[in-house]
């Protein structure tokens, strides 16, 4: 049986790397978050502290779909395989929930401002659709298998 997947080209692969690139930094805020002590809650500024703490649990439930979906999306890129979108779609709609949550459901902009509380949350967002749509792109151009 031979393999009839087209040659992606190199920007392909250095985007894919990328990708990965910042999934692991996902996951990294990821652990740290989850695994961040009590000293370390105490030492935040005031306004971050109670914030943190009047988030519900399965916010981080999310957060680790959207990180680990992520991740995997990435790794299904560089390995050719097709399932990248369907991660993707399911990491960043994990992302828009988690974000959607926390900018549009609690006082953060009011607090921090759009570029304090928004900003990052949306160029998230929209990492997510990129990564999507380049998954669904290499899939169409036969990429992936």
């Known amino acids: 049986m031979t393999n009839s997947l087209a040659k992606p080209p190199l920007w392909y ?5 990328v990708l990965l690139l910042w999934a692991l930094a996902g996951l990294f805020a990821f652990y740290s978050e989850a695994t ?7 030492a935040m500024p005031d306004y971050d502290r109670k914030l943190y703490q009047s988030l519900p649990g399965w916010l981080n439930i999310v ?3 959207a990180t680990i979906g992520g991740a ?27 974000f959607g ?3 549009g459901l609690t ?4 607090v921090k401002g759009f570029v304090g509380g928004a900003a990052f949350p949306l ?17 169409a151009r036969g990429w992936l298998g």
């Open 36 to 42: 961040m002590t009590a000293d370390a809650v105490a």
């Open 63 to 65: 957060y680790a779909v």
């Open 13 to 17: 692969w250095v985007v894919c790397t």
């Open 107 to 110: 006082d953060l902009v009011a």
């Open 72 to 98: 995997a999306g990435a790794v299904a890129l560089l390995l050719r395989a097709r399932i990248a979108a369907a991660l993707y779609a399911l990491s960043t709609a994990a992302v828009a929930v988690q």
């Open 101 to 103: 949550y926390v900018v």
């Open 123 to 139: 160029f998230v967002v929209a990492m997510g659709v990129v990564a999507f749509l380049i998954a669904r792109m290499a899939a």
